[in-house]
């Protein structure tokens, strides 16, 4: 007797699986009371996008080990512009996403036809960067820390 193949997902499902899960995520945060468990939740959810795109990056067959500075500067864009703009977080967290990605086409662009090992390299080197700068910004004073 032949094996029997893993039934494959259809489009329709798969629209029908990520509305489901868009609902669930927007619905679970105005069910939870304790602060802990609402942080808890977030960064739950932070780490599984991170793990997401590394997998899609890992499909492509690259190994990148600047991703988290992306992250970082999108956070520190949100961050800055929360705290000095006093803009609500719900409008700098995507503006901090903007900054990251146009970071990510400034940085990414001249890389672009880079390949394998020399790919990781220019990725630790952009993560490298992005720390340098940021600890260089918090040296000079420009985030004040009262």
Do not use: K
């Not at 039934?7 to 509305?19: D, F, G, K, S, V």
């Not at 945060?29 to 960064?43: A, G, K, M, N």
């Not at 903007?98 to 086409?105: C, D, G, N, S």
């Amino acid at each position: 007797m032949p094996a029997r193949r893993p039934a494959r997902m259809t489009n329709t499902n798969r629209a029908i699986l990520c509305a489901c899960v868009v609902v669930v995520l927007a619905v679970v945060p105005l069910l939870i009371e304790s602060p802990y468990t609402f942080r808890l939740f977030i960064l739950t959810f932070v780490y599984v996008t991170a793990a997401a795109s590394l997998r899609t990056l890992a499909l492509s067959g690259q190994v990148s080990m600047g991703h988290a500075a992306f992250m970082s500067i999108g956070a520190y864009t949100s961050a800055l512009l929360a705290r000095h703009g006093d803009l609500s977080p719900w409008l700098t967290m995507p503006l901090g996403g903007l900054a990251a990605m146009i970071v990510a086409v400034l940085v990414g662009f001249p890389f672009a036809r880079v390949r394998t090992i020399y790919f990781s390299m220019v990725s630790l080197f952009s993560a490298s960067a992005c720390c340098r700068s940021i600890r260089s910004s918090a040296n000079t004073r420009v985030i004040s820390t009262d």
